[in-house]
């Protein structure tokens, strides 16, 4: 799972450098709900892990599930097994 924490950090480093935001983050930061990520910026982190993980967003998704790199990688796991 290290390796999948260090691509979902990557994923979400460059959309927010992307945005010129380059401040730092933890594995716990909001970055949707605090502001940080756009709705576009959302919909690009979804298409990410569809493509990268298999996982089907197409009954919709909670935002906050995406909302930091915690809540990514416990979607993960739940989503992934």
């Given amino acids: 799972m290290d390796d999948t924490r260090e691509?979902?950090?990557?994923?979400?480093?460059?959309?927010l450098e992307k945005n010129h935001d380059t401040r730092g983050f933890t594995d716990t930061d909001s970055l949707i709900l605090s502001g940080?990520?756009?709705?576009?910026?959302v919909l690009e982190i979804v298409v990410f892990l569809?493509?990268?993980?298999?996982i089907?967003?197409?009954?919709?998704?909670?935002?906050?599930?995406?909302?930091?790199?915690?809540?990514?990688?416990?979607?993960?796991r739940t989503a992934v097994g």
Avoid: A, Y
Avoid at 7 to 15: A, D, F, G, P, V
Avoid at 36 to 41: C, E, I, K, M, V
């Fill in 7 to 15: 691509t979902i950090r990557q994923l979400l480093r460059q959309i």
């Fill in 36 to 41: 940080r990520f756009q709705s576009l910026d």
């Fill in 50 to 54: 569809e493509e990268r993980f298999g």
């Fill in 56 to 76: 089907d967003f197409s009954e919709g998704f909670d935002q906050s599930r995406l909302d930091s790199v915690e809540e990514i990688l416990s979607l993960l």
